[in-house]
């Protein structure tokens, strides 16, 4: 099963940095997959140590892939790192090992302390839209325009019924960056 998650790490000068993230549960491993080239990956490679960040703001997702990155943030228990302040609950893991791979190596991670700070409240479909559209924005380049296209109408319907303030939002984010890729296409 994967897990959409935040994570947090820091370099060895302390900065902080916030990346979404699948989180892949393998038994009790966590496992890592930062495609090359990751600010993620080179923290995780210098100081051994991050933070899983369990969140349903998806402000923060969408954030992250529009240019905002700089979220409220709560010293770590156990390891020398940052949580989000939002999160619902947080995971401080140790890497293990890594497997190395060119493209998008694979960094297994040990739970050294978990910590809850509120309630899950249920599913939200606006939640899932606005994950989704995020993913698509970061596969611009990669992806056809009318398949992106495509896929924004399906999500909205589940956005149009069920977002609250925090989903509206994140997506008016995300559709600032797709107009801004649809007017640099048809130049
Ligand atoms: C829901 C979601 C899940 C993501 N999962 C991954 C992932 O597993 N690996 C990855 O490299 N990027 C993933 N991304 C994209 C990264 O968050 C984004 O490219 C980020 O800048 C990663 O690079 P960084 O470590 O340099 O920040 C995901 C994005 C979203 C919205």
Redesign the pocket.
Known sequence: MIQ?TIVTTQSSEGIT?I????IHVEGDSLV????R?????NNFVETKVGVINYCDDVRV?AG??TGRRDWPLQSAQTISGKFLECALAHTEVEIERIEENTT?PKLFCKTVHTANHAPFKGFNRAQFSV?EA??LI?RLDMLPLQKIESEIEYLRIGLDKTAGEREWEAWGWIMAVLDNHKRNANR
Do not use: D, Q, V, Y
């Open positions: 959409e940095h990346a979404p993230m699948g890592i997959l930062p495609f080239p990751s600010t993620t990956l997702f992250c892939l998008r994950l995020a993913i970061s």
